[in-house]
């Protein structure tokens, strides 16, 4: 996942979902022949998440 899309989930989740009670991760690999694929997280369902930070 790219440093964006973790700062947009981090973003999302600090605000407590106000915006959308589930968040969904693009998966752009092996996608055969779907247009798209995604998971989705509920909020509600979060019991705790873990971001590790590295240099580049």
């Known amino acids: ?4 899309k973790i700062n ?3 973003t999302w989740y600090n605000s407590k979902a106000t915006s959308s009670p589930t968040y ?7 996608k055969a022949s ?6 989705y997280i509920a909020y509600e369902q979060i019991s705790n ?8």
């Open 1 to 4: 996942m790219t440093a964006d």
């Open 24 to 30: 969904a991760i693009e998966k752009d690999y092996n």
């Open 49 to 56: 998440n873990e971001v590790n930070e590295y240099n580049n």
């Open 34 to 39: 779907f247009t798209a694929r995604k998971d």
């Open 8 to 10: 947009d989930f981090v």
